[in-house]
């Protein structure tokens, strides 16, 4: 039987729990996980030739333009032709997307919809303790003494990303810019919302729509032909 290989996208708005959701579908289903965050950093560290140009647009509080993204991420899938795959955090634009288009077929794109109001509360409740890392939540995992770590009793921190106004700002811009990709999917009729506040919720109507999909040890076949 000849294996057909599944490529999906996964999309949802910073603290939809996107990553918890990707782990998941990579152990459950055995996809190689491609996130364009990932790729970015990568990048900027090797100090390859698009590295350093990434890292001057960075700097200068830009956008990467499609063009740049477009192309790490088509050459990082060049190395995963005989893979099913989770493509993380791109496409971004419709640009993007259209580009993405020309080369792969997508199977499925996965959309968290998460209520803003759950995820400014779930993120601006996060506080770390810088030294090691703990994260702590003041809704569901508060540390036993307000403001001071359960270990070291140092005080914690709120990273700016978790700041209210700053996660208010992350989620309009996420919107705006992701609204046309979510309507150019749907077009495409290879959208798939999943509407929820809890990631454990969510899980498993992703899990048995991808069942429907496709079949488990299929995945894991095509999967470990890398």
């Given at each position: 039987m000849v294996l057909r290989l599944f490529r999906a996208v996964i999309m949802g708005p910073p603290g939809s729990g996107k990553g918890t959701v990707s782990e998941r579908i990579v152990n459950s289903f055995g996809l190689k996980h491609l996130s364009s965050g990932d790729v970015l950093r990568t990048n900027i560290k090797a100090k390859t030739e698009v590295g350093l140009l990434v890292k001057s647009y960075i700097d200068q509080g830009q956008l990467v333009s499609d063009d740049v993204i477009t192309r790490l991420i088509l050459h990082d899938l060049k190395g995963l032709e005989q893979c099913s795959w989770l493509l993380d955090g791109f496409p971004r634009t419709v640009t993007q997307a259209e580009c993405l288009d020309t080369v792969y077929q997508i199977d499925t794109v996965l959309n968290l919809n998460v209520p803003f109001e759950t995820i400014k509360e779930r993120l601006s409740s996060r506080w770390i303790h810088l030294g090691s890392g703990r994260?702590?939540?003041?809704?569901?995992?508060?540390?036993?003494?307000?403001?001071?770590?359960?270990?070291?009793?140092?005080?914690?921190?709120?990273?700016?990303?978790?700041?209210?106004?700053?996660?208010?700002?992350?989620?309009?811009?996420?919107?705006?810019?992701?609204?046309?990709?979510?309507?150019?999917?749907?077009?495409?009729?290879?959208?798939?919302?999943?509407?929820?506040?809890?990631?454990?919720?969510?899980?498993?109507?992703?899990?048995?729509?991808?069942?429907?999909?496709?079949?488990?040890?299929?995945?894991?076949?095509?999967?470990?032909?890398?």
């Amino acid at each position: 039987m000849v294996l057909r290989l599944f490529r999906a996208v996964i999309m949802g708005p910073p603290g939809s729990g996107k990553g918890t959701v990707s782990e998941r579908i990579v152990n459950s289903f055995g996809l190689k996980h491609l996130s364009s965050g990932d790729v970015l950093r990568t990048n900027i560290k090797a100090k390859t030739e698009v590295g350093l140009l990434v890292k001057s647009y960075i700097d200068q509080g830009q956008l990467v333009s499609d063009d740049v993204i477009t192309r790490l991420i088509l050459h990082d899938l060049k190395g995963l032709e005989q893979c099913s795959w989770l493509l993380d955090g791109f496409p971004r634009t419709v640009t993007q997307a259209e580009c993405l288009d020309t080369v792969y077929q997508i199977d499925t794109v996965l959309n968290l919809n998460v209520p803003f109001e759950t995820i400014k509360e779930r993120l601006s409740s996060r506080w770390i303790h810088l030294g090691s890392g703990r994260v702590y939540n003041t809704n569901f995992n508060p540390p036993k003494i307000p403001g001071l770590d359960d270990v070291t009793g140092e005080p914690l921190i709120q990273r700016n990303d978790d700041k209210l106004e700053t996660v208010t700002r992350r989620l309009k811009s996420y919107e705006t810019q992701t609204r046309p990709v979510l309507e150019y999917y749907r077009n495409k009729g290879v959208l798939e919302t999943f509407t929820g506040t809890e990631t454990n919720k969510i899980w498993p109507h992703i899990q048995t729509f991808l069942c429907s999909k496709t079949s488990d040890g299929d995945q894991k076949a095509a999967a470990g032909k890398a």
